[in-house]
């Protein structure tokens, strides 16, 4: 082998093997971020978590025979709570949890007093902004999710992939059917019209139409003819 040829053998090899460090490397970063967006998730269910139990209470005090949305809402509570396993397992405990909080707040509908109730409506506003919050994670781990799947399915880097046994990691959603179209059990207080909207834009009032002219009537006589000149 000429000395040109084993050079470029070497040059493209030295080439494959920074190459491939390079990209493990890219994997390693991605995984770690992907846990660290995971954590975030996992810090926002915590808090919502914690609320549930205080915002059942409040609504029991005005609404105490609604025992069996009270029991839904602790039930799924605890099977969210005790969910350890996978994004796409903690999701399916969530889409419960969230679908018995729209019962929860449908109830408050009924009681203007505990709409009013500054306990409540703190603890109300506590879990929108939690909520918000846990959108912008998901969001974001979600993303990172698709950069890494993509890499892992795509070529050169899914050889990589499968020498060092990068797998797929699952996306976080909650079904669609329980979130519903804004996906969050979201409650609006302000001002006085309608109140506790889940997730949704309350309608605006419809604006009277203006009444409309008469058809039929008669018209008025034309004035009389001037009298005769004398």
């Known amino acids: ?22 990209s493990y490397n890219r994997f390693v ?95 109300q506003s506590e879990l929108s902004n939690t909520e918000d ?16 799947n993509q890499r892992v399915q795509s070529f050169p880097s899914m050889l990589v992939a499968r020498m060092f046994n990068f797998k797929e990691e699952e996306f976080f959603e909650v079904d669609e059917s329980l979130r519903g179209d804004a996906g969050v059990p979201k409650v609006d207080f302000a001002g006085a019209g309608p109140a506790a909207t889940l997730g949704q834009t309350p309608a605006a009032p419809e604006t009277p139409a203006a009444p409309a002219a008469d058809e039929g009537e008669p018209e008025p006589p034309p004035p009389p003819p001037p009298p005769p000149s004398s």
Request: aromatic fraction near 8%; hydrophobic fraction near 45%; proline fraction near 4%.
């Open 133 to 148: 919050r846990l959108q912008t994670a998901r969001r974001f781990y979600n993303a990172n999710v698709r950069d890494y």
């Open 1 to 22: 082998m000429s000395p040109t040829i084993l050079i470029v053998v070497l040059v493209v090899l030295a080439v494959i093997v920074f190459g491939g460090i390079a």
């Open 29 to 123: 970063r991605q995984k770690n971020l992907i846990k660290d967006a995971w954590a975030n998730i996992d810090t926002e269910l915590r808090r919502r978590y914690d609320l549930i139990p205080n915002l059942v209470e409040t609504v029991k005090g005005y609404a105490s025979h609604e025992r069996q949305v009270f029991e839904n809402v602790t039930k799924a509570r605890a099977m969210a709570t005790s969910a350890t396993g996978s994004p796409a397992e903690q999701a399916a405990a969530e889409g419960p949890l969230v679908a018995a909080l729209r019962q929860l707040f449908a109830v408050v509908e009924n009681y203007p007093d505990l709409k009013a109730n500054q306990n409540f409506l703190a603890l």
